[in-house]
Nanobody
Framework: EVQLQASGGGLVQAGGFLRLSCTAS????????IGWFRQVPGKEREGVSF????????YYGDSVKGRFTISSDNAKNTVYLQMNSLKPEDTAVYFC??????????????????????WGQGTQVTVSS
């Protein structure tokens, strides 16, 4: 059974940091890539970051470039999202999701929620001003 477990959210002041974790079971990172999305009420899910560790590919959304870093520990089947210099506008529920690996090019597909096969339950990140 494929499962994704997101954790690490919490309440932090602006300028602070958090590290989110996404632990996968039922598949390995040789076959799947992982994306992070976030969502606030009334808005669509926004692609935050993506990693295909097998091919060494990472992407970031424009709003988080230079502040967030995605990484993976394949031995632990876990993807991390290090979030630094957090801003109140980063407040959202953060989800991780898996996509079957497609090689070395994804174009804009990593930003589209419907491209992903499995989703974790989400973890709340709240950044106070």
């Amino acid at each position: 059974e494929v499962q994704l477990q997101a954790s690490g959210g919490g309440l932090v002041q602006a300028g602070g940091f958090l590290r989110l974790s996404c632990t996968a079971s039922g598949f390995g990172f040789d076959d799947y890539a992982i994306g992070w999305f976030r969502q606030v009420p009334g808005k669509e899910r926004e692609g935050v970051s993506f990693i295909n560790s097998y091919d060494g590919i990472v992407y970031y959304g424009d709003s988080v470039k230079g502040r967030f870093t995605i990484s993976s520990d394949n031995a632990k089947n876990t993807v991390y999202l290090q979030m630094n210099s957090l801003k109140p506008e980063d407040t959202a529920v953060y989800f991780c999701a898996s996509m079957a690996r497609r090689g070395a090019w994804y174009g804009s597909s990593w930003l589209k929620a419907y491209e992903y096969d499995y989703w974790g339950q989400g973890t709340q990140v709240t950044v106070s001003s």
